[in-house]
């Protein structure tokens, strides 16, 4: 079967942005369409939001870093809970989070600040032989605006008669995102990293997505080969790519073989300053 190589540049923002080149066949595209630049795509949001699949992980972090990576105020946020309150299901400690974000947004609303936007991690393991979940908590990814001692605070259950807050549900610590010359990639690195536990994510509607742009005349299979087999240095991609240049060296560039169509190549930019 005839196939061609696809250039696919994801925009994940001013300073971040995904490029994949791979075979395409000739049967996936119409004769019209090919060689020609295409229109802005959004990207699919997987369906599946389970951090331990591949796309999801790879979702999550071009999200992040387009509605967070330039957000100097923007918060990452871990909650726990203390035995007493530890929930018995994950859907339980779910709702307890969504619970959590309500109330931060009615804080946020009372004080004037723009509507929230985040993006949660829930994670956890499971006994040996069993669903049972164990050591559930939170991260959370959220706008700025809100100062931080207040966020922690409103970790709690709901104040019952006699209270003048409710109980702390267990730890809570929101820090500022440590973003660098990659933005917050290395956040993002250690949410989706895969280990022995879970992962979901959600997210709130009301951010930006990624979108995408295909070119299908730009490289040949020859040379995706080649590069893949030279490992040609980051200054080599910066040619290819002006203005920008490799997140870093192990995990900027990666070369994938597949026995059916061949090489294919993924990069993870950074604009340069």
């Known amino acids: 079967m005839r196939s061609f190589m696809r250039e696919k540049k994801i925009y994940c923002g001013k300073h971040y942005r995904e490029v994949d080149i791979y075979p395409y066949t000739a049967a996936q595209l119409t004769a019209s369409t090919r060689g020609k630049r295409s229109k802005k795509i959004k990207e ?18 071009q999200t992040a870093n387009l509605n967070f990576g330039s957000d ?20 339980q400690a779910e709702q307890e989070a969504t619970n959590f974000l309500r109330r931060v947004q009615y804080r946020r609303k009372k004080e004037g600040l723009p509507p929230l936007k985040y993006m949660i991690v829930t994670a956890y393991t499971t006994k040996r032989n069993s669903e049972t979940p164990v050591r559930i908590h939170h991260h959370i990814i959220m706008n700025g605006g809100l100062d931080r001692d207040v ?8 104040r019952r008669k006699g209270q003048k807050k409710g109980d702390k549900i267990g730890f809570c610590n929101a820090d500022r995102l440590q973003a660098d010359e990659n933005g917050i990639a290395a956040l993002c690195t250690y949410l989706v990293k895969q280990g022995c536990g879970k992962k979901r994510w959600n997210s709130s ?26 490992h040609p240095p980051r200054e080599f991609w910066e040619k290819k790519y002006p203005g920008w240049t490799l997140t870093d060296d192990d995990y900027g560039v990666q070369y994938e073989y597949n026995d059916f169509t061949g090489w294919a190549v993924y990069l993870k930019l950074r604009k340069k300053e």
Do not use: M
Request: charged share 40%; glycine share 2%.
């Open 44 to 61: 699919t949001e997987p369906k599946q939001k389970n951090l331990n699949d591949k796309n999801a992980r790879r979702y999550f972090t």
């Open 72 to 91: 100097p105020e923007a918060l990452h946020v871990t909650a726990t809970y203390s035995g007493k309150y530890l929930p018995d299901t994950v859907e």
């Open 151 to 158: 966020v922690e605070d409103l970790w709690r259950k709901r």
């Open 205 to 230: 509607h009301n951010l930006e997505r990624p979108y995408s742009r295909t070119n299908d005349g730009k490289y040949n299979r020859r040379q995706i080969e080649k590069w893949a087999k030279e």
